[in-house]
């Protein structure tokens, strides 16, 4: 089974930027979705960005014109580039991925914290 690693996650100051890597360790040329999403303490893991099944992307309205999502195909790579942070984006930041016929896979997580 293909297997994520996130990283790039960290402390910054509000404002600020961070961009998150996900890293798959098999091809990502036919996932049939991919993306972003986060977990605030005590709340539900709620999607950021993906990339949809026909290329197109969807954003969380909370992010919507802060964060891009993008991909590398050659480097089997999704990444959030996230600017203008906020106190309220602080939460671990986990990859997912589907491909058609097998179960989700998930990253590990990786920690975001924006200060004031």
């Known amino acids: 089974q293909v297997q994520l690693v996130e990283s790039g996650g960290g402390v910054v100051q509000a404002g600020g930027s961070l961009r998150l890597s996900c890293a798959a360790s098999g091809s990502i040329s036919r996932v049939y979705n991919m993306g972003w999403y986060r977990q605030a303490p005590g709340k539900q893991r709620d999607l950021v960005a993906t990339?949809?099944?026909?290329?197109?992307?969807t954003y969380a309205a909370s992010v919507n014109g802060r964060f891009t999502i993008y991909r590398d195909n050659a480097k089997n790579s999704v990444y959030l580039q996230m600017s203008s942070l906020k106190l309220e984006d602080t939460a671990d930041y986990y990859c997912?991925?589907?491909?058609?016929?097998?179960?989700?896979?998930w990253g590990q997580g990786t920690q975001v914290t924006v200060s004031s």
């Open positions: 990339f949809n099944s026909d290329g197109s992307t």
């Open positions: 997912n991925a589907v491909w058609i016929g097998s179960p989700p896979v």
